[in-house]
C-alpha cells in the first residue's frame, strides 16, 4: 500500500464517516486539480456484514460500514487510490474519538487487496499541521506540489461547501442541497406545507444521512406530518451557544452535532421534542447523550433517544417511533384545547312574561 508518485488522478472516496459532513469541499476540491472522483456504492446490507467481519464486534456501527464502503471501492469498483484522512483535531485542544483518528491505521490493518491510502494528517492541536498543510499531503502522492494551485483548489471547495450550507440552513433536504451544491447551483424552494410537529434530530450526518444505518427516518417522520430540524440547519455560533447552554464545554470535534444542536433546540419553543440517534458501543455519545437528556427533563421537552447497530430490527424502530410522535400529537392537542378560552354564560332570567303578569292585575 505504497504512496509513491501516482500518475493517474482518480481517487476513491467512500460513502461514510466524515463524507456526510465534508463531501461537498471534497468534491469542489478534488474536481479543481482535475480528479476524477468515485464514490462507494451506497450502503446496504452487505456493506454492513462485509464490514463487520472485518472488526470485532464491539466496533461501533459507522466504522464497520465504512470498511464495508472500503471493500466495496476496491472490489466493485476496482480503485486504487482511497482517499481515507486523519482527522485528528479541528482546532486547538478539539479531538475526534479514537476511532476516527486512527481510520488510516485501521484500514491498513484490517483490509487486504492491491489498493493506496491516501491518508493525510489534520490536527490543529499541533504545529504546522493546519488545513493547507493537510491539503498538500492529501496531494503529495499524485505529485501536486504548488500550493498556489492547492489554495486556488482550496477556494473551489469551500464555494460548493457553503452553497450546500447555505441550502440546507434554507430548509431543502439534504439530497437536494447536495445534488444542486454539486453541480453548481443554488436552489431555494418556499416551504409551503406547515407541519403540525417539528422534531430535532440530533446525530452524526453518519448515522442520519445513511439511508440504510437509520432506516429512512427523515421518510417516515414525513409520512407522520412531522418537521425535522438537524445541526446542518444551525450556524456554528449558534451549536456554540446551545453547548454553553448546557453548562458543558466543547471537548470533542463532532460535539457541535450532538450538545450544540441540542441545546440550541432545547430552547427553541417550535421544537415539540428531541430525537437522539446514536450507534450502540460509541463512548463519546453516551455521555453526551446523558447531558442530553437531564437538560431535556429540565426544560420539559420530550426526548426518545434510539441505539441502532447491524441487527437493529426495522419493526421495533418504527413501533417506538411511532409511539412518541403519537405522544406529541396528544401533548399538543392538549395544549392547545387548554388555551382555548372559554367565556362564562351568564344567566339573566326573563322577566318580562311576570311583569306582564303583575300589570294586568
Known amino acids: 500500500m505504497a504512496t509513491e508518485n501516482l500518475q493517474e488522478l482518480v481517487i476513491g472516496i467512500p460513502r461514510g464517516m466524515s463524507y456526510y459532513g465534508n463531501y461537498p469541499f471534497w468534491h469542489g476540491f478534488f474536481s479543481a486539480l482535475g480528479f476524477k472522483i468515485i464514490l462507494s456504492d451506497p450502503t446496504t446490507k452487505q456493506t454492513m456484514s462485509e464490514g463487520s467481519a472485518l472488526v ?45 483518528r486512527g481510520l488510516p491505521d485501521l484500514v491498513r490493518n484490517v483490509v487486504k487487496g492491491d489498493f493506496n491510502i491516501i491518508e493525510a494528517t489534520l490536527d490543529k492541536s499541533a504545529k504546522k499541521q493546519g488545513l493547507y498543510e493537510f491539503l498538500q499531503e492529501t496531494v503529495a502522492p499524485f505529485g501536486i506540489t504548488d500550493l498556489d494551485k492547492i489554495k486556488q483548489a482550496s477556494k473551489q471547495g469551500w464555494k460548493v461547501y457553503n452553497n450546500f450550507l447555505v441550502m440546507m440552513r434554507a430548509g431543502l433536504s439534504y439530497k437536494k442541497a447536495l445534488s444542486n451544491a454539486l453541480q453548481g447551483k443554488i436552489l431555494i424552494e418556499a416551504n409551503a406545507k406547515a407541519h403540525p410537529i417539528h422534531i430535532a434530530l440530533v446525530s452524526h450526518g453518519y448515522n442520519i444521512y445513511d439511508e440504510r444505518a437509520c432506516m429512512k427516518i427523515f421518510d417516515k417522520l414525513e409520512a407522520m406530518d412531522v418537521s425535522v430540524h438537524t445541526s446542518l440547519q444551525l450556524t456554528d455560533e449558534q451549536m456554540s451557544e446551545g453547548i454553553a447552554s448546557l453548562g458543558q464545554r466543547k471537548y470533542w470535534a463532532n460535539e457541535h452535532e450532538m450538545t450544540g444542536t441540542a441545546g440550541h433546540y432545547l430552547k427553541d419553543n417550535k421544537i415539540d421534542g428531541i430525537i437522539t440517534l446514536n450507534a450502540f458501543g460509541c463512548g463519546p455519545d453516551s455521555l453526551m447523550i446523558e447531558r442530553i437528556m437531564r437538560k431535556a427533563k429540565e426544560s420539559g421537552k420530550p426526548m426518545l433517544s434510539l441505539t441502532i447497530d447491524e441487527h437493529t430490527g426495522e419493526a421495533g424502530f418504527i413501533t417506538r417511533l411511532e409511539a412518541f410522535i403519537d405522544m406529541l400529537y396528544r401533548k399538543k392537542r392538549s395544549k392547545i384545547i387548554k388555551d382555548i378560552s372559554i367565556s362564562e354564560y351568564e344567566y339573566k332570567p326573563q322577566t318580562n312574561i311576570c311583569e306582564e303578569v303583575l300589570s294586568d292585575k
Open 56 to 100: 470485532v464486534t464491539e466496533t461501533c456501527l459507522p466504522i464497520k460500514i465504512y470498511l464495508g464502503h472500503i471493500l466495496n471501492l476496491i472490489n466493485q469498483k476496482g480503485v486504487k487510490n482511497i482517499f481515507v484522512p486523519s482527522l485528528q483535531s479541528i482546532a486547538p485542544k478539539i479531538y475526534n474519538c479514537s476511532k476516527i
